[in-house]
Structures are given as structure tokens and as C-alpha cells.
């Protein structure tokens, strides 16, 4: 017997409500019922966060979080990083930058980690950043791009000169 | 879509309560990072779920009026490693919750859960072995409060009345268990993120007011046994003793008498004996240290 609720939340700045099946993980309900297909159904265990979202502030994995919590929950999506003429936000530009895109499946959930990274204000070293980082798998880049995409970012947004690359 | 019978919410600890005693077969989800995965994978598919992630009352960090550090069983592994009571007191429980699995799951993830698993692997669980800690239970009956090591049965399996509506509400540390007291939380993995530990092992002592002596040593392992698990013989040798680098090392070699790892494709029992006693010895130093012992 089919269960629905009506749940409500705000979708990258907007007020919406949607009729839910109870069933429904947070990435069903992203994907068919609000068309944002950033959100990427990897694993569907909560091991790849290809589905990574931000709710509140803090990063959850979306396949692994009921449709119906999201209730009076704020929730972001990469959908949300983008201008008003389509510009790509300064993260999403590092990216493209230093090559930490291949396939792009993990990027989505990647870039959202790596807003709330960069929006902690903080100067992270590159340990911290490969912990804060660690939620996500790409099998394509082997991760070096990603991180220095991040690292660059963190450090145009502070101010500060990005610091030498240790010679390989 | 899960594989669900049907959903029911709880707002409140007497929500819960009733909607346990009107459902029992339901199973509890709380961050659901292990329930959905286990119904993702069939083995819960077609249940009932009550879930409880929506009682806020159940998340933070307080301290009672007796000095009992009290944690909300929702309260996230993040949470708790960013309180500021946690790393005044247990830094330690802080520190061994940010090892689990990676930065999302511990979003998502919360103690209770972690506990009423009942899986001896749980990185949270050898701590709270270790600083003895107390569960909270509330139910039809009121509230019910166990030590850790009566709360877990079996792999698996925790003394949680379901037939009384019980919900785990809060896990307690009681002053005289972190009063001065340091420990420091060993897991071995062959990952550092998302994975999970061939062995944990939590180690804390309290020494005399010159540093010189043991007060009291303590020592918890997760997968040296079924459930997480003391060494009584290690701590009761321990205790009284002068600190130096010759007792961690006798300290470390005593822990084998209490614990029974077993052979898994994880690891072999040979080899968790082996890094039980190397971690027992490291996280004994490191406590000692801590606790601002020299040795």
C-alpha cells in the first residue's frame, strides 16, 4: 500500500512542496521530482557521495537520507552554484582548471563538499583537506587534481598566495 | 525507493515510545546510514521503520546538575567531535568518532545508532567500554540505565526492550569516569576513510597528582571479541604501578589474557593479537603522556 507525505523544504533558495512516497531516498526524490540531476545515484550505500548534497549547512550523502526528512530542511545542489547568466562559480572553474574533471560523475558531489570546505573561511593543510575529502571516490583523476583544484580555491577566496608545490 | 512496509514518525522521545509498543515488529532508524544500506541490501527489505531522526530533543551535548556528561543518542559523530564539553572531558570519544566511516557518514551518522547495532566494530563503542560509559533507555516503564558492558548480549544484539517501546535516549558518562582522566583510540584499517576497523582499541588512565603512579588504567577493544570488551587483567595489573615504558610494555602483553579475536578475511586472529597488544602499548604511552605523565 502506497504511502505519500507532503513535504516541504527549500531547494537552493526557493520555497517548494511536493506529494512523496514515503519510500523515496533524498536522491529519488531530487532527481524526478525537481529535475536536479547533478545529483548522482553512484553507489546508493553511502560509499562513493556522488549524491552528495548540502542540508543545513553540513554535507549528506542523499541516497542514504529518507525524501520525507527533508522537511523544513535548507538543501543545495550543484544547480545552485551557478550564475544568473549560466556562469560557472569560481570552484567549478578551478576545477576545469586543473583537470579534476574526466568522466564527472563523482564532480557534483565533490564540488558540494568542497563549497562547505570553502565556506568554513578556514586555511586547511593538505592532510586536512585530504580528511574533509575523503567522503568521495573518482576513479579517474587518482584525486592530486582535485585537490589542488580545492586547495587553489580555498586560497584565492582567503586572499593569500597559494604556496609552492613541493617538487615531485 | 526502499523496500519498505511502511513509515512511521516519531516527533518525540513519547512518540517513539507509542509507536514502538503499537508497531513491535518495526525496526528503529535513526541516521539510517546502517539501515538503509542493509535494506539497500535486502536483508531488511520489506520492513516496518520507526523513524526517530526527527527528535531533536535527543541531539546535543549537556552536562547534568551531578556532573554526568550527557549525549543525545541522534547527536552526529561530527557533532560530538566538535563539542566543545566532549573535547574538555572525553576528547578522546571526539577523536575516535571522526574516524568513522567518512566526513558525510559522520553527518548522518549518531552514537545511538552506533551502540544499539550492537556491532563490536563500531569505533565509538571500545571508548565508551573503556570510560564505562551508562545507556539511557527510555519506555512505557520510564527510563532504564545499564552500564555499556550489561547493554550489549551478543554480536548484534543489545538489551533493548522493544516489548517495554524502548528507544536508547542518551549516553551517559558519569564525572567519577572522565574526572582527570586521558585516553587515546587506536583503529587499525587498511583505509584511512570509509572503512572499517580490523581492530580499535581505547586506552585512558588517571595518575597519582605527581604523575608518577597509575591510579587507574583502563583498556576496550572493538573486534577482539563479539561485542567490545574490557581487559580486567591489564587494568588490575596496571593500577598502583610506577609509569614507565617497561610497564606499557607488560601492560600491552597482559591484554592478551582477556581477549578472543577470531579469524576473519578481515584479519587473522594471529595477527589482531598482534596489533592489539602494539596498540594497547602505543595508546598506553600516548594516555600516559596525555595525562601529563613522563616515561
Not at chain 1, 118 to 127: C, M, V
Request: charged content about 25%.
Amino acid at each position: 500500500m502506497a504511502q505519500y507525505q507532503l513535504v516541504h523544504f527549500n531547494l537552493n533558495g526557493k520555497d517548494v512542496e511536493r506529494m512523496v512516497d514515503v519510500r523515496a531516498s533524498l536522491t529519488d526524490m531530487l532527481r524526478n521530482d525537481y529535475h536536479m540531476t547533478s545529483v548522482k545515484k553512484g553507489c546508493e550505500v553511502g560509499e562513493c557521495g556522488a549524491c552528495n548534497v548540502i542540508i543545513d549547512g553540513e554535507c549528506f550523502n542523499s541516497c542514504i537520507y529518507l525524501a520525507v526528512w527533508a522537511e523544513g530542511k535548507r538543501i543545495r545542489t550543484l544547480e545552485s552554484l551557478m550564475g544568473p547568466n549560466g556562469e560557472l562559480s569560481d570552484i567549478q572553474q578551478a576545477f576545469i582548471e586543473e583537470t579534476a574533471v574526466q568522466c564527472g560523475f563523482c564532480t557534483p558531489g565533490f564540488i558540494m563538499t568542497a563549497v562547505e570546505i570553502l565556506e568554513s573561511g578556514k586555511l586547511y593543510t593538505d592532510a586536512e583537506l585530504r580528511k574533509l575529502l575523503s567522503g568521495h571516490l573518482c576513479r579517474c583523476t587518482g584525486y592530486e587534481n582535485i585537490l589542488r583544484a580545492v586547495k587553489k580555491t580555498m586560497y584565492r577566496r582567503l586572499g593569500l598566495p597559494m604556496p609552492a608545490e613541493p617538487e615531485a | 525507493m526502499y523496500d519498505m512496509k511502511a513509515l512511521y514518525q516519531a516527533a518525540s522521545v513519547e512518540e517513539a515510545v507509542a509507536l514502538r509498543l503499537e508497531h513491535p515488529a518495526a525496526q528503529i532508524i535513526a541516521g539510517g546510514s546502517d539501515v538503509l544500506v542493509q535494506m539497500r541490501e535486502g536483508k531488511r527489505a520489506g520492513a516496518e521503520l520507526i523513524s526517530i531522526y526527527g527528535i531533536d530533543a535527543l541531539r546535543g551535548v549537556s552536562m547534568e546538575p551531578d556532573g554526568t556528561l550527557r549525549i543525545g543518542s541522534l547527536t552526529s559523530f561530527s557533532h560530538i567531535t566538535r563539542d566543545p564539553l566532549i573535547q574538555k572531558y572525553i576528547n578522546v570519544l571526539g577523536e575516535a568518532v571522526d574516524q568513522v566511516g567518512g566526513p558525510q557518514i559522520r553527518n548522518i551518522g549518531t552514537i545511538g545508532g552506533n551502540t544499539c547495532n550492537g556491532v563490536t566494530s563500531a569505533d565509538s563503542a571500545s571508548t565508551l567500554h573503556a570510560w564505562d560509559a551508562v545507556i539511557e533507555l527510555t519506555g512505557k516503564n520510564g527510563v532504564r540505565r545499564l552500564p555499556i558492558r550489561d547493554f550489549y548480549i551478543k554480536a548484534g544484539e543489545v538489551d533493548i526492550r522493544a516489548e517495554d517501546g524502548e528507544i536508547q535516549t542518551a549516553v551517559l558518562i558519569p564525572k567519577e569516569s572522565y574526572e582527570d582522566c586521558f585516553g587515546h583510540y587506536i583503529k587499525y584499517a587498511m583505509r584511512n576513510a570509509m572503512d572499517i576497523a580490523t581492530l580499535g582499541t581505547s586506552v585512558n588512565v588517571r595518575l597519582s597528582a605527581d604523575k608518577k603512579t597509575v591510579e587507574r588504567a583502563r583498556v576496550a577493544f572493538g573486534v577482539a571479541g563479539p561485542v567490545p570488551l574490557r581487559a580486567a587483567t591489564a587494568e588490575a595489573m596496571a593500577k598502583g604501578q610506577i609509569v614507565s615504558l617497561e610497564l606499557a610494555e607488560r601492560f600491552a602483553q597482559a591484554v592478551t589474557a582477556d581477549i578472543n579475536p577470531r579469524d576473519s578475511w578481515r584479519a587473522a586472529k594471529d595477527f589482531r593479537l598482534h596489533i592489539a597488544v602494539e596498540s594497547a602499548k602505543r595508546a598506553f604511552i600516548e594516555s600516559v603522556k596525555l595525562a601529563g605523565g613522563e616515561l
